[in-house]
């Protein structure tokens, strides 16, 4: 069978894994956390990270940290309707107003024109930008839009660890950045996701709200801040909670196998990218392909195939064997979540994304050969 995704973690890692668990290790978030946190913001390039229990949290965090510290300037914010589910679910969840932009149909992230239009109209607070399935936005025009707007821009990089817009790694261009660490993702804590960021107070505010709301993660300075502003003894301080927090911390165990994935990551994502040149090499398509970009690198989660026969070419594919999706999920606007709440909202381009749209399997260790029997596959249904 030709999977989506394989295992980053492999046996190596495991024995490792257990040589270290024979020391009787704490496995609870601890110095591990910190060691792991501070090598993923040397690789990406920031100044903070916090490991979380999911990329998905992250998102979560992000929003929760601008509305405590009295970041927005309104209630709204805006989301792609090419997204996951967790893209605009904590918009919801924090009382917050989504506001669905449509997609573009070259490499399917935010449509700049329909974005600006939003941005005239409704003046939103935020953006929550994801670059969909590892394909590389014009990301200038994005920090653009944003500045001239005065909003804030969010990155959704859980697809896309590791790309780069000219030379700069998407997930540095944001006030914020999240990143997931999900099976089967660039790397695998087996659960996990980061949030980057170069603002002190976000990143204090972030690793308060991680856990609980306390202070304990906190630098001196600022506990001592904290602790003279609410008049808190030391004591008393174990049990005070400055923010309405959460608990989404992971744990050292986790963070020990995402200290040496991280080391993989640049040969993995050099794999993803051969990956991805091939099929696009392979795939015959005169309906729809990707924009390619030759100022970027893309380090692919994923290949997106769109067209008419769609679902015959899924029912090919399953039946050979090769695990196939539909684009992220489809339309939001059309997601029940969404529909119970707000009533059913549907865009041209995230329409037809959602109409003809599928993804088929890259990974590092997906084969030249399989990459041959899948576009094979596609393109004997669509040129029959």
Known sequence: MITLVKDTIDDKDIDNLIDWLRTYPRLTKGPLTLQLEEKFSDWLGRK???????????????????????????????????????DLAPVIQLGLQPILCD????DL???????????KKESPSALMFVSVLGLV??????????????VILLEDTCEAMGCEFKNKKLGTFGLMS????????????????????????????????RSHGWDRDLSAETQNKLRKEWNISEFNSLYTFYYSGFNMRSTDLQAFIG????????????????NFYLYDKLIKNKYWKVKLKTDCFESNFAYPI????????????????????????????????????????????????DKYGIYVPNNPHLSAEEISIVCDIVNGVIND
């Open 103 to 106: 997609s573009n149909l070259e």
């Open 178 to 209: 999240s990143f997931s660490t999900y099976f089967g993702h660039h790397i695998s804590t087996i659960e996990g996701g980061f949030i980057s960021t170069d603002d002190k107070d976000l990143y204090e505010t972030l690793i308060s709200i």
């Open 306 to 353: 769109m067209h008419p026969k769609r679902d015959e070419i899924v029912k090919k594919l399953i039946l050979n064997n090769i695990e196939v999706r539909p684009v992220v999920c489809g339309s939001m606007g059309t997601q029940p979540f969404y529909v119970k709440r707000y009533g059913k909202f549907q865009l041209p381009n995230a329409t037809d994304i």
């Open 109 to 119: 992230s935010a449509d700049l024109d329909h974005l600006e239009e939003i941005f």
């Open 137 to 150: 936005p014009n990301m200038n025009s994005i920090v653009e839009l944003c500045n001239n707007y005065g």
């Open 259 to 274: 200290l040496s994935q991280i080391n993989k990551l640049e040969d993995w994502g050099k794999k993803r990218a051969e």
């Open 48 to 86: 903070y990270s916090v490991f979380c229990n999911s990329g998905s949290s992250a998102n979560l965090l992000m929003l929760s940290s601008l509305k405590q510290l009295g970041r927005l300037k309104n209630l709204k914010v805006v989301v792609p309707s090419i997204a996951w589910s967790t």
